[in-house]
């Protein structure tokens, strides 16, 4: 099955205010109808204006519409609903609000002779000394006429009049100021300040009080620190009653949240086991709950994890995403510190030698935190990065973790940034799916792993093999075994990485665990078949090798005779596979040499891998330097870490020897070099040297065997 037929339709959270009364979660609902009661019941004819301050998100807009409602019941009520965001520049934002409110009040007061809409929309043409005031459709094209019969203050009283007349009462209101530019924001006061003095006409404004605040001071003071004074001056000009939004209660806001959390759950089809689901409750409380403001924090968070969950199913730890994520919405400098600290936080390391300050980390990348901020975030980063705690834990835990799939883990944390499998790692749905393939034939299940092995991902790959190698199915374990084997040259073993870890190396040491939940009966010939399917020596080398070692924590794979077997089986596939290159001893890498023929002698014998070195160098004569170079090898300086020239060791030149009698090498340097060889001429070629090492090194050996003969 296709992994996108796996991943669920998202739906996300709206982030629409609340219309309807019955749906309100955050007792906002009285705060509303006390607001609606009051202005219906005012008996004062005098214009007001009312402010409803409150953070973005916090649920303004909720409270108009709840305010809405409970207006609509009352007859005496013309309700005028206008939002500037719709509208685009100061003109519009002028003509909007007249026309709005010209329409609705000709819809109520439908008994005049004289629709009062038109004086509105005259009295809107008279306000020109507002820069916002160009032209109006609707008016009489002969403005000069009605600029001279016409006077604001008679066509204010006229307004007044029929407002008074009709015994209704006119409420407007106006949301999304704070989501104006600066202009538009000091527009919108402007006009309120010269329209409010209507009677019967009260404003209901709702916006965020300090971001309009210094909007509108940037207008009325040349310094920039006093522009919240001077803006706050002007608005207590401006409005009569200013309320605070009631907050949300800290227990509904958390439960709310919850709600997000458990509907992003559900949608992604995630079923948390118990444990989790409580170490995440604790870690959200204690972390992220301090730093829940307003409802729309709380659904931001619902839409981060539907999104989240959604394209990484099955591929990270749930909880340690749900977290990050948290992060990511509460805390957005936070999370690109924690992104940004990838190797300290894993091993929990300070710079040099010193314990990474967890406390200070959380302090430098978060200013301003409450206490109980920093707490949490110290709790939840321990929890996602256990290294940061006073708790030792050892290399076996990276292991775990990264079967976990935890943030922790250096091959996964990526993943949780990224929201993609990059190309240098595999998911593990396409990798659980590949173990879990038994019903195809073999040419299927071959194409299927090599369209997911890649010498770019190969490292991860293989790690990810080796933290599975104990619960692969056995109808899995040989084809699996086999499709490694056929892919082996998609496998890393250049020099350079160190030994052990290897893809290629360990990817062998998977299938040498692996085939132990074979039964014992069909393992040699498993085993062989592994063998018989891989093009690389080297390769082959390393089966013979971890498919005989064993302990008494790791059982032998094979028994005695079977394992002689399967190693003779190798040399003679490690010698068939070298000997259909031109020149065998060239066709390897230099550093996989000494592997391949201690392979072919514990197979063999040294008997028969001496005559098959010797047969390759008698064929090859520019093999020799390249054996000898092979076995001679480099060390490494302590000063700079660089390769450096060392001396040639006994040891060494015996193992040269084991393989291709040393006459036969030096007749074969010969060949290469003529008599440089045996001359004190400087050597700037390095093959030329070493041939003198080992000539020289030759001499020494025939005089310490004469000297005890």
Same mark, same amino acid.
């Given at each position: 099955m296709d992994k996108t037929e796996s991943?669920?339709?998202?739906?996300?959270?709206?982030?629409? &205010?609340?219309?309807? &009364? @019955?749906?309100?979660?955050?007792?906002?609902? &009285?705060? /509303?109808?006390r607001i609606a009661e009051t202005?219906?019941?005012?008996?004062?004819?005098?214009?007001?204006?009312?402010?409803?301050?409150? $953070?973005?998100?916090?649920?303004?807009?909720?409270? =108009?519409?709840?305010?809405?409602?409970?207006? +609509?019941?009352? %007859?005496a009520v013309v309700r005028v609903n206008f939002n500037p965001w719709r509208l685009d520049g100061e003109d519009a934002l002028l003509t909007g609000f007249f026309s709005t409110l010209a329409d609705a009040l000709d819809a109520e007061l439908k008994t005049r002779t004289e629709k009062i809409g038109e004086l509105l929309k005259k009295y809107s043409f008279l306000l020109k000394p507002l820069p916002v005031v160009k032209e109006l459709e609707g008016i009489a094209s002969a403005t000069g006429s009605i600029l001279s019969s016409e006077s604001l203050d008679k066509l204010r009283s006229q307004i007044s009049s029929i407002l008074r007349e009709s015994k209704k009462r006119v409420i407007v209101t106006i949301d999304d100021i704070d989501r104006l530019e600066k202009v538009e924001i000091q527009a919108i006061f402007r006009l309120v300040k010269l329209t409010a003095d209507f009677d019967y006409v009260a404003y209901i404004l709702a916006f965020d009080e300090e971001m309009v605040a210094a909007a509108i001071g940037e207008r009325y003071s040349s310094e920039t620190s006093q522009y919240h004074v001077a803006g706050t001056k002007f608005l207590e000009k401006i409005v009569q009653v200013g309320l605070h939004l009631p907050p949300a209660g800290v227990d509904e806001l958390r439960e709310y949240a919850f709600d997000q959390i458990n509907e992003a759950l559900q949608v992604s089809g995630v079923d948390l086991p118990q444990d989790d689901a409580t170490e995440f409750s604790i870690n959200f409380l204690m972390g992220l709950a301090p730093r829940l403001r307003t409802p729309r924090m709380a659904k931001r968070y619902g839409n981060a994890l539907q999104f989240s969950l959604g394209i990484l199913q099955g591929e990270i730890r749930y909880i340690d995403l749900m977290m990050i994520e948290g992060i990511r919405t509460f805390y957005p400098q936070f999370y690109l510190a924690i992104r940004n600290n990838k190797t300290v936080l894993i091993k929990g390391e300070g710079t040099r030698? !010193?314990?990474?300050?967890? %406390?200070?980390?959380?302090?430098?990348? *978060? &200013?301003?935190? /409450? +206490?109980?901020? %920093?707490?949490?975030?110290?709790?939840n980063l321990q929890m996602l990065f256990p290294r940061t705690r006073d708790v030792i834990h050892g290399p076996d835990w990276d292991s775990r973790w990264s079967r976990e799939k935890r943030i922790c883990a250096i091959d996964y944390f990526d993943r949780y940034f990224?929201? /993609?499998?990059?190309? *240098?790692?595999? !998911?593990?749905?396409? =990798?659980?799916?590949?173990?879990? !393939? !038994? @019903?195809?034939?073999?040419?299927?299940?071959? %194409?299927?792993?090599?369209?997911?092995?890649?010498?770019? *991902? $190969?490292?991860?790959?293989?790690s990810k093999l080796r933290d599975r190698e104990e619960s692969v199915a056995p109808a899995v374990v040989r084809r699996i075994s086999v499709a490694? $084997?056929?892919?082996?040259?998609?496998?890393?073993? $250049?020099?350079?990485?160190?030994?052990?870890?290897?893809? =290629?190396v360990q990817a062998v040491v998977f299938i040498a665990r692996a085939l132990r939940c074979l039964p014992a009966s069909e393992r040699l010939n498993v085993a062989k078949e592994i063998i018989q399917a891989s093009e690389n020596p080297f390769f082959v080398a390393q089966c013979m090798r971890w498919m005989s070692s064993g302990g008494e924590d790791d059982p032998k794979l094979l028994e005695q005779e079977e394992e002689a077997a399967m190693r003779q089986f190798g040399a003679v596939t490690i010698v068939s596979l070298m000997e259909k290159q031109e020149n065998p001893f060239c066709s390897v890498p230099l550093d996989e040499i000494g592997d391949i023929m201690n392979a072919v002698q514990w197979g063999v014998g040294n008997e028969m891998a001496h005559e098959y070195g010797s047969k390759w160098v008698e064929a090859h004569e520019a093999s020799a330097i390249v054996l000898i170079r092979a076995y001679k090898g480099k060390g490494t300086s302590l000063e700079t870490g660089l390769p450096v020239e060392t001396p040639f060791f006994r040891q060494q030149y015996d193992a040269i020897v084991s393989l291709v009698d040393a006459e036969r090498l030096i007749k074969a340097l010969t060949g290469v070099y003529g008599d440089r060889v045996v001359t004190d001429s400087p050597a700037e070629d390095e093959g030329l040297r070493l041939a003198r090492q080992f000539i020289t090194m030759h001499a020494n050996v025939l005089r310490q065997q004469a000297s005890t003969a």
């Amino acid at each position: 099955m296709d992994k996108t037929e796996s991943i669920p339709t998202v739906s996300y959270t709206s982030d629409a &205010p609340v219309q309807d &009364p @019955k749906d309100d979660r955050f007792d906002r609902g &009285p705060f /509303a109808r006390r607001i609606a009661e009051t202005l219906v019941r005012r008996k004062d004819p005098a214009s007001m204006v009312i402010a409803i301050y409150g $953070a973005w998100g916090d649920g303004k807009t909720t409270v =108009l519409n709840f305010i809405r409602d409970h207006l +609509q019941k009352e %007859e005496a009520v013309v309700r005028v609903n206008f939002n500037p965001w719709r509208l685009d520049g100061e003109d519009a934002l002028l003509t909007g609000f007249f026309s709005t409110l010209a329409d609705a009040l000709d819809a109520e007061l439908k008994t005049r002779t004289e629709k009062i809409g038109e004086l509105l929309k005259k009295y809107s043409f008279l306000l020109k000394p507002l820069p916002v005031v160009k032209e109006l459709e609707g008016i009489a094209s002969a403005t000069g006429s009605i600029l001279s019969s016409e006077s604001l203050d008679k066509l204010r009283s006229q307004i007044s009049s029929i407002l008074r007349e009709s015994k209704k009462r006119v409420i407007v209101t106006i949301d999304d100021i704070d989501r104006l530019e600066k202009v538009e924001i000091q527009a919108i006061f402007r006009l309120v300040k010269l329209t409010a003095d209507f009677d019967y006409v009260a404003y209901i404004l709702a916006f965020d009080e300090e971001m309009v605040a210094a909007a509108i001071g940037e207008r009325y003071s040349s310094e920039t620190s006093q522009y919240h004074v001077a803006g706050t001056k002007f608005l207590e000009k401006i409005v009569q009653v200013g309320l605070h939004l009631p907050p949300a209660g800290v227990d509904e806001l958390r439960e709310y949240a919850f709600d997000q959390i458990n509907e992003a759950l559900q949608v992604s089809g995630v079923d948390l086991p118990q444990d989790d689901a409580t170490e995440f409750s604790i870690n959200f409380l204690m972390g992220l709950a301090p730093r829940l403001r307003t409802p729309r924090m709380a659904k931001r968070y619902g839409n981060a994890l539907q999104f989240s969950l959604g394209i990484l199913q099955g591929e990270i730890r749930y909880i340690d995403l749900m977290m990050i994520e948290g992060i990511r919405t509460f805390y957005p400098q936070f999370y690109l510190a924690i992104r940004n600290n990838k190797t300290v936080l894993i091993k929990g390391e300070g710079t040099r030698d !010193s314990k990474f300050d967890i %406390e200070k980390f959380v302090r430098e990348n *978060n &200013p301003a935190l /409450a +206490q109980d901020e %920093e707490r949490g975030l110290v709790r939840n980063l321990q929890m996602l990065f256990p290294r940061t705690r006073d708790v030792i834990h050892g290399p076996d835990w990276d292991s775990r973790w990264s079967r976990e799939k935890r943030i922790c883990a250096i091959d996964y944390f990526d993943r949780y940034f990224s929201y /993609a499998i990059r190309s *240098n790692d595999v !998911s593990d749905y396409t =990798l659980n799916d590949l173990l879990n !393939s !038994s @019903k195809l034939s073999d040419a299927d299940y071959l %194409e299927k792993f090599r369209s997911v092995l890649t010498r770019k *991902n $190969a490292s991860v790959f293989v790690s990810k093999l080796r933290d599975r190698e104990e619960s692969v199915a056995p109808a899995v374990v040989r084809r699996i075994s086999v499709a490694i $084997a056929s892919s082996s040259s998609s496998l890393p073993s $250049a020099a350079g990485m160190a030994g052990f870890s290897r893809p =290629l190396v360990q990817a062998v040491v998977f299938i040498a665990r692996a085939l132990r939940c074979l039964p014992a009966s069909e393992r040699l010939n498993v085993a062989k078949e592994i063998i018989q399917a891989s093009e690389n020596p080297f390769f082959v080398a390393q089966c013979m090798r971890w498919m005989s070692s064993g302990g008494e924590d790791d059982p032998k794979l094979l028994e005695q005779e079977e394992e002689a077997a399967m190693r003779q089986f190798g040399a003679v596939t490690i010698v068939s596979l070298m000997e259909k290159q031109e020149n065998p001893f060239c066709s390897v890498p230099l550093d996989e040499i000494g592997d391949i023929m201690n392979a072919v002698q514990w197979g063999v014998g040294n008997e028969m891998a001496h005559e098959y070195g010797s047969k390759w160098v008698e064929a090859h004569e520019a093999s020799a330097i390249v054996l000898i170079r092979a076995y001679k090898g480099k060390g490494t300086s302590l000063e700079t870490g660089l390769p450096v020239e060392t001396p040639f060791f006994r040891q060494q030149y015996d193992a040269i020897v084991s393989l291709v009698d040393a006459e036969r090498l030096i007749k074969a340097l010969t060949g290469v070099y003529g008599d440089r060889v045996v001359t004190d001429s400087p050597a700037e070629d390095e093959g030329l040297r070493l041939a003198r090492q080992f000539i020289t090194m030759h001499a020494n050996v025939l005089r310490q065997q004469a000297s005890t003969a």
